[in-house]
């Protein structure tokens, strides 16, 4: 590792403190910065405080909320940046698969067509985590049967895209059939929060993607070979099938887990990755994995804080300012491209 | 080779006429049909022969408060009235020709086949048959949208049997069917690009689409006006009906509106939570515009939300607002909401609201939705209710059902009270297990998946359990006389049939179809009491020399917030 790359390391890391503390002190209820670094500082040394609004709004909804962007932020990017590198197509991003338009299938199955009975009921939080889950993970196992049968990773690609539009047509016959209340509950839940987001919650998307990421750097090496394409790797001695079935696991599940709690989010997937190779000017995985991670982290963080204050106490789908940030660079990478 | 390669050619090419022979065929044979019915259906404007007379008079009819209909009195037999696309319509009493020379679509009144996109729309037709004491006017209705629960009387019959007919989701209906119920009149919503497009399909389709924007008004009055309407569709005995049904309606708001003149103001906050998103109605929406005339302090209150629709907003804004309220409105409705423990869980700050200390939470009844506009008069006063309890005691909250914890225990007066969220069970004095639920909502169990829905599913286990269920409001009650101050205190005391003194007489009070029977512990003997049950009669032992036990009672009125109040406080 460079030591160019230690010091922007060093530097990422260490905003993601600043972006913690700005997210935590800014929210659509006024609370003075100082007060919340008071709150913060008593809640970390255990003194109770619960009887204060101020203090429940600190520490169990923004609290929660920024370390879920950081959480979100960091496994949709490590999702994208590992199926960008397996399909070698700079415009791939985590739905690519058709893991998340399972995800939202199953989802739209509990809500609109109340076909999933799945642990308390439609209306808990929890069913909702579960549906995606199980939905996620249906498609994901489709797409692994499927990995290791097509040769061609082009062939897997298109897979996923037909999958993806199985999808949503199966979605269009639910939503021709349900209620209005069930229809707008859909929408609701498809346009994506991270408000919703409880402390039990992160536990389990942390004990997710913990191992995730551990994986993805295990994988690094693997990856790498990957770039030059399956033949390549094959001659440096790299287990083609293994590396292929790894990243669509981890790619798949972290985007399960993330579209579980705060519904499909645009954009991150695609764009973080490419700003980590700008920024690192790097392809090298073992590098572009935690950095992706960290980028993720930091830019869905500012994304959700957008999110809730450009209307305060509007809030806005956390896709759309995702959007507003991911679709200029997107055409940004396309122009370079063509250039 | 060559030789085989043609024999199949040729035998692709037979299949494939056939099958073009086929499909045209049947395009053709319905292009046919559908021309059929548009020769039938089409507009007919200025079509007559005979100089157009006819001695029927409409009455003169304004419109005051809704903004996207007009209602245009001629002084001739004829009304005309454009609906919220701007659709001119010539309503023509039946019998009576096509005026000259006014351009517009005729449509014969009473429609006799209508297809109603929205349950509002039949409710506000339920009314006007109510005025008319005609209930046949249901009758009409040959089509709707909505096949789940209907609150509106008769319609489940009515489409059970046949007469109405599901022609699929507002915004997936099925042309087809609606062309082959061949209606009068389609009467619609639009507002948003899909439902418009939908209505041009119909258009083209033959039919005539009479749009009834009254979601969009600005007011509850206004939402209500359009009842003229839909009453002039039914002639001018239906316009005049529903002039008066909205007559009665403006009084009783108006009346309202100076009775909370003065009164103290109450905080409260309405809103609903969906999938852990929060909705509130705009502080300009007429939601907040009618309790503001009612002394309501809307909580929110920002700058971005002074708007006329609803807004998603942030999970910590809500919860610090709500943590003032003094009354709490879910605008959510079982079997979507059930409890008040999802609430307080997304919303750490619930809990220090006065308005949970106090009983004043409440939700809508499902039957809001469909009936609620169409009573308007009756949903004012009952939101007056909730703002003012104490000045609107005796009130009937039949739109508003109070919302509870669930699975909490609390004893009162000796009595234990199980809450169940939107019900709640008594463990009365003789240990008796009485269900207590806002009306309608065990017929919930036929439409909805106890296994999708688990408060349906604890709802089902606790129909088998007790020993009597207890619908609310009550309407009809049979009292031990010295309980009767708490129903009175209570302001329902029209609600009681008759107060037992003395001895109670099983068969007599059988005969009164009371709803409830509410006795004293220390007049009522254990036998008395099961032979009530054993009749089906529901009974609830209380010690009524205990002030406490005005709780319960109140409790069987929707009023825990008044109960509290006048009894536990």
Same mark, same amino acid.
């Given at each position: 590792m460079r030591s160019r790359h230690i010091i922007l390391f060093s530097i990422l890391l260490i905003s993601l403190i600043p972006t913690f503390l700005i997210c935590t002190c800014i929210g659509p209820e006024y609370i003075p910065p100082l007060k919340v670094l008071k709150i913060l500082y008593s809640g970390l040394v255990g003194n109770n405080h619960s009887s204060t609004v101020y203090y429940d709004i600190i520490w169990r909804i923004r609290v929660p909320r920024v370390i879920a962007s950081f959480i979100a932020g960091a496994a949709l990017s490590i999702s994208g940046l590992l199926l960008q590198i397996l399909f070698r197509n700079p415009i791939v991003g985590p739905w690519v698969l058709g893991v998340e338009s399972g995800s939202v299938l199953a989802v739209g199955l509990l809500i609109l067509a109340g076909a999933l009975v799945v642990p308390g009921? &439609?209306?808990?939080?929890?069913?909702?985590?579960?549906?995606?889950? !199980?939905?996620?993970?249906?498609?994901?196992?489709? &797409?692994?049967?499927?990995?290791?049968?097509?040769?061609?990773? &082009?062939?897997?690609?298109?897979?996923?895209?037909?999958?993806?539009?199985?999808? =949503?047509?199966?979605?269009?016959?639910?939503?021709?059939?349900?209620?209005?209340?069930?229809?707008?509950?859909?929408?609701?839940?498809?346009?994506?929060?991270?408000?919703?987001?409880?402390?039990?919650?992160?536990?389990?998307?942390?004990?997710?993607?913990?191992?995730?990421?551990?994986? =993805?750097?295990?994988?690094?090496?693997?990856?790498?070979?990957?770039?030059?394409?399956?033949?390549?790797?094959?001659?440096?001695?790299?287990?083609?099938?293994?590396?292929?079935?790894?990243?669509?696991?981890?790619?798949?599940?972290?985007?399960?887990?993330?579209?579980?709690?705060?519904?499909?989010?645009?954009?991150?997937?695609?764009?973080?990755?490419? !700003?980590?190779?700008?920024?690192?000017?790097?392809?090298?995985?073992?590098?572009?994995?935690?950095?992706?991670?960290?980028?993720?982290?930091?830019?869905?963080?500012?994304?959700?804080?957008?999110?809730?204050?450009?209307?305060?106490?509007?809030?806005?789908?956390?896709?759309?300012?995702? =959007?507003?940030?991911?679709?200029?660079?997107?055409?940004?990478?396309?122009?370079?491209?063509?250039? | 080779m060559v030789r085989k390669s043609v024999i199949a050619g040729v035998i692709i090419a037979v299949i494939v006429i056939i099958i073009a022979g086929v499909a045209s065929y049947l395009y053709l044979s319905h292009r046919k049909t559908t021309t059929t019915i548009r020769k039938t259906t089409r507009p007919v404007t200025h079509v007559t022969a005979r100089p157009p007379t006819c001695k029927v008079s409409w009455p003169t009819v304004s419109v005051e408060y809704a903004t996207l209909f007009k209602i245009i009195n001629t002084g001739k037999y004829y009304l005309i009235v454009k609906d919220a696309a701007n659709h001119t319509f010539i309503l023509v009493p039946r019998g009576c020709p096509a005026p000259r020379n006014v351009s517009g679509t005729v449509v014969y009144v009473p429609i006799r086949r209508g297809v109603y996109f929205s349950t509002t729309e039949v409710a506000l037709l339920y009314r006007i048959a109510q005025a008319l004491h005609k209930m046949s006017l249901l009758r009409t209705v040959v089509g709707v949208t909505w096949k789940g629960v209907w609150w509106i009387p /008769?319609?489940?019959? #009515? *489409?059970?049997?046949?007469?109405?007919?599901?022609?699929?989701?507002?915004?997936?209906?099925?042309?087809?069917?609606? #062309?082959? #119920?061949?209606?009068?009149?389609? %009467?619609?919503?639009?507002?948003?690009?899909?439902?418009?497009? %939908?209505?041009?399909? *119909?258009?083209?389709?033959? *039919?005539?689409?009479?749009?009834?924007?009254?979601?969009?008004?600005?007011?509850? %009055?206004?939402?209500?006006?359009?009842?003229?309407?839909?009453?002039?569709?039914?002639?001018?005995?239906?316009?005049?009906?529903?002039?008066?049904?909205?007559?009665?309606? +403006?009084?009783?708001?108006?009346? +309202? /509106?100076?009775?909370?003149?003065? *009164?103290?103001? +109450?905080?409260?906050?309405?809103?609903?939570?969906?999938?852990?998103?929060?909705? +509130?109605?705009?502080?300009?929406?007429?939601?907040?515009?009618?309790?503001?005339?009612?002394?309501?302090?809307?909580?929110?209150?920002?700058?971005? #939300?002074?708007?006329?629709?609803?807004?998603?907003?942030?999970?910590?804004y809500v919860d610090a607002q709500v943590a003032k309220a003094q009354l709490i409105v879910i605008s959510g409705f079982p079997p979507y909401t059930t409890s008040l423990n999802p609430y307080v869980k997304a919303l750490p700050d619930m809990v220090k609201a006065p308005a949970l200390k106090t009983f004043r939470v409440f939700e809508y009844h499902p039957s809001y939705w469909q009936l609620g506009y169409a009573y308007t008069g009756k949903v004012i006063l009952q939101i007056a209710s909730l703002l003012h309890p104490e000045k609107f005691r005796g009130v009937y909250r039949t739109f508003f059902i109070p919302l509870y914890f669930t699975d909490k225990t609390m004893s009162i007066g000796g009595v234990e009270i199980i809450w169940r969220g939107y019900y709640e069970i008594i463990r009365d004095l003789y240990g008796d297990k009485i269900l207590i639920i806002p009306w309608g909502l065990t017929r919930q169990l036929k439409y909805f998946n106890p296994k999708v829905f688990p408060a349906l599913a604890t709802l089902e286990k606790d129909l088998k359990t007790v020993n009597a269920i207890v619908q609310t409001p009550v309407h009809r009650v049979v009292v031990y006389y010295t309980c009767t101050k708490y129903v009175d205190d209570l302001g329902f005391s029209s609600s009681i049939i008759r107060v037992i003194r003395g001895t109670v007489n099983v068969g007599e009070i059988e005969s009164l179809h009371p709803d409830v029977v509410i006795l004293d512990s220390s007049h009522a003997s254990k036998s008395i009491v099961e032979t009530l049950l054993s009749h089906k009669i529901p009974v609830i032992v209380l010690d009524c020399s205990n002030i406490k036990s005005g709780f319960i009672i109140s409790l069987l009125y929707n009023y825990p917030d008044l109960g509290y109040m006048l009894f536990l406080k």
């Open positions: 009921g &439609v209306t808990s939080p929890w069913a909702l985590f579960a549906a995606s889950l !199980i939905g996620a993970l249906a498609v994901m196992f489709i &797409v692994l049967i499927l990995a290791g049968v097509v040769r061609s990773i &082009v062939t897997l690609l298109l897979i996923g895209v037909t999958i993806g539009y199985l999808c =949503s047509a199966m979605l269009s016959i639910l939503e021709a059939l349900a209620t209005k209340i069930q229809l707008q509950a859909f929408i609701m839940w498809s346009l994506g929060s991270l408000g919703a987001v409880t402390w039990s919650q992160i536990k389990v998307m942390a004990l997710v993607f913990v191992p995730c990421l551990v994986l =993805s750097m295990i994988c690094g090496k693997g990856l790498n070979a990957y770039i030059l394409g399956e033949e390549h790797a094959k001659t440096l001695g790299v287990n083609v099938r293994v590396v292929r079935i790894m990243v669509i696991l981890v790619s798949s599940i972290l985007t399960a887990v993330i579209t579980a709690f705060a519904g499909p989010i645009a954009f991150i997937g695609l764009a973080v990755p490419h !700003i980590a190779r700008l920024l690192y000017r790097t392809a090298d995985s073992r590098i572009l994995v935690p950095a992706s991670a960290i980028i993720g982290a930091v830019v869905t963080a500012y994304c959700d804080l957008a999110s809730r204050m450009m209307l305060a106490p509007v809030e806005l789908p956390i896709s759309t300012t995702t =959007s507003l940030f991911g679709a200029p660079i997107l055409i940004m990478l396309l122009t370079r491209r063509r250039a | /008769y319609m489940q019959e #009515l *489409l059970n049997n046949g007469t109405t007919k599901y022609i699929g989701s507002s915004w997936h209906p099925d042309i087809e069917e609606i #062309l082959a #119920l061949n209606p009068d009149l389609v %009467i619609m919503y639009t507002g948003f690009s899909t439902m418009v497009q %939908i209505m041009n399909k *119909l258009e083209k389709a033959g *039919l005539k689409v009479f749009v009834d924007n009254e979601w969009l008004e600005k007011s509850y %009055i206004a939402r209500f006006e359009w009842i003229k309407a839909i009453g002039a569709l039914y002639g001018p005995q239906g316009l005049r009906a529903a002039e008066e049904v909205f007559n009665n309606a +403006v009084k009783t708001v108006e009346e +309202v /509106y100076d009775m909370c003149k003065g *009164l103290q103001k +109450v905080r409260y906050a309405w809103f609903v939570m969906y999938w852990g998103k929060f909705y +509130v109605p705009g502080a300009e929406s007429y939601v907040a515009k009618a309790l503001a005339k009612m002394g309501g302090e809307y909580l929110f209150q920002s700058a971005t #939300l002074r708007r006329t629709g609803s807004a998603t907003v942030s999970r910590e």
